[in-house]
């Protein structure tokens, strides 16, 4: 298993980034897939999760409205759309790919892509 984060950066409180995920070494489109966060000094911090199939999603309360997860099948990649963003999003982003076709638990997780916001 092997997922690869890209997207992260440095922006401005109120601005836009789209993460992206590339999976490989599993079948994709067989499992959830989840986005979690570490903010500095913080431990691991659940954002949202996607089934298998992008029928279904759930968000973090502090994400619902701003945050939107999707994922792309055909491309084995996952995607967190963020927008108006704020300095309290400042975090690693993670994907992470769950056990099974519907489950907010994971057992693989990628080395993350910074995202900085400054106020």
């Known amino acids: 298993v092997q997922l690869v984060e890209s997207g992260g950066g440095l922006v401005q409180a109120g601005d836009s980034l789209r993460l992206s995920c590339a999976a490989s070494?599993?079948?994709?489109?067989?499992?959830?897939m989840t986005w979690v966060r570490q903010p500095p000094g913080k431990g691991l911090e659940w954002v949202s999760t996607?089934?298998?199939?992008?029928?279904?999603?759930y968000f973090a309360e502090s994400m619902k409205g701003r945050f939107t997860i999707s994922r792309d099948n055909a491309k084995s990649t996952l995607y967190l759309q963020m927008n108006s963003l704020k300095s309290e999003d400042t975090a690693v982003y993670h994907c992470a790919k769950a056990p099974g076709n519907w489950s907010a638990e994971f057992n693989y997780w990628g080395q993350g892509t910074q995202v900085t916001v400054s106020s």
């Open positions: 996607i089934n298998f199939n992008g029928g279904s999603t």
């Open positions: 070494g599993f079948t994709f489109d067989d499992y959830a």
